[in-house]
C-alpha cells in the first residue's frame, strides 16, 4: 500500500520535469519541513537551478507550497517582516529568483543572506541591534528553518555548502500536467482537496514519527563528505522510517545528486583547487608561474576559467584574488639559475587538496566545516519587539542602518 512518501512522489512527478533523485529528494524534504523542529540538528536548503528560464524552478516552489509545512514566500514582504516571521514561527522559506533578490535592495539582500548564511544548524541565529536610541541592545534572530532556493547560476559558496541542487532543464510543453489548483471547475477543486488531503497526511506522519526521527542515527554512504553528512542524515531518517524501498532508493538519490556535475560547480573556489590539482597531477611539475598557470587553467574546456569575466580568461589578479580565502599567495619563485617569477608551489595546495578535493581512489571526501557552537549572522538594526505600532511601521527604515558586529 503506498505511503505518504510514495503519494508525494506521484505528486511531483504529475507536474515536475525531473529525475527520479530529484523527485525522491523533493518528496522526502517535504516531510522533513513537517519534523525538522525537535527533531534533527541540520535543514538541507534545496537549491533548484537551471541554465536557463522557464524551466520549472518557481513551479517546483508552487508545488511545494502547497504540501510543506508553513510556506513563507518572499513576494510582497518586508525585510524586517522576513526576520521576524522566520525567527517567530520557523516557517518553510520559498525563496524565488534568489540571483536577483541578493541583488535587490540592501535591505532585503542583507536580510536574505543572513538567513541563509546562519540558518543550516538548529542554533543558527543573526543578531541585530534592537530598540530605538540608547536603549538599543543586541537580541539574537533564530533563522533555523527549511529552505527552497530558485534561480539561475550559481549560488553563493556559503549557501551551496548547505544545499542539495535540484537542477532543472527545459521540457517540451506538454510533459507535465498543468498545475492550477486555484483555477475555476471541479478539476481544480479535485487538485486542491488532493493537495490539502496530502499536506494532512503529512503532518500527521511527522507527528506520529518524531520521536523516532529524534532518536534516529542513520548510516550515511561512506562516500559522503563530513558535509554531506550533515545534509544528508535528516533525509535519511525519514526515509528509514518509511521503509519499503525508501531507504536504498534515497541513498541512491543522494549519492547521484552530490556527484553531479550541477553539485560541483557549487563552489567556484573549490572547482578551481580541483582544477589545479589536476594541472599539476598531468605535468607532474613542482611549481608554476601566475602566468603559466592562468593560461593552463583557461585551457580547460569543461570549466569557467577561459571566460571568467565580461568572457574574458582568468587574469593572474583574478587567480590570487580567489587563493586569498586560502591563504594562498603568489610569491617570487626562481626556476632556473637566471629565472625568477611570481608564482605557486605545489606544496602550498597539498593542505588544501586533501581537505576541499577528494583523491578519486577514496571512499570518502572532504572534511566536516568547524562551526562554532552559536553560528550568528550579523543583519541592520531592527525596532524592539516590544515597540509600538508607530516603531513597527518604521522597521524598513532602520534596516539600513550601518551593520553592526558583535
Known sequence: MPNIADDLFALFRRFISAGEPELTVLSLWTLHTHTFAGSCAYTPYLAITSAEKQSGKTRVLEVLKCVVREPLITASISAAALARSVDQSQPTLLLDELDAL?????????????????????????????????????????????????????????????????????????????????????????????????????????EENLKRLADSEPECPPQFSDRQEDIGEPLLAIADSLGGSWPARSREALITLFASPAAEDASHRVRLLADIKEIYEISEADRFSSEDLVQKLAEIETSPWGEWKNSKPMTQRGLAAQLKPFEVYPRKIRFDAYTTKNGYLRDWFAPLWKRYVPDKNDERSGSKITVSANVYAVCSPVPDKLGSEREYASEDALFSEEMTTL
Open 102 to 206: 541578493l541583488k535587490s535592495d540592501k535591505e532585503m539582500s542583507e536580510a536574505v543572506r543572513g538567513i541563509l548564511n546562519s540558518g543550516f544548524q538548529a542554533d543558527g541565529a543573526f543578531t541585530r541591534m534592537v530598540g530605538v536610541g540608547a536603549a538599543m541592545k543586541p537580541e539574537h534572530f533564530s533563522t533555523f528553518t527549511p529552505k527552497a532556493m530558485a534561480g539561475i547560476g550559481a549560488l553563493p559558496d556559503t549557501v551551496a555548502d548547505r544545499s542539495i541542487t535540484i537542477r532543472l532543464e527545459r521540457s517540451p510543453r506538454g510533459t507535465c500536467e498543468k498545475f492550477r489548483p486555484k483555477g475555476l471547475g471541479s478539476k481544480a477543486k479535485e487538485l486542491q482537496r488532493e493537495l490539502d488531503g496530502l499536506k494532512q497526511r503529512a503532518a500527521l506522519w511527522a
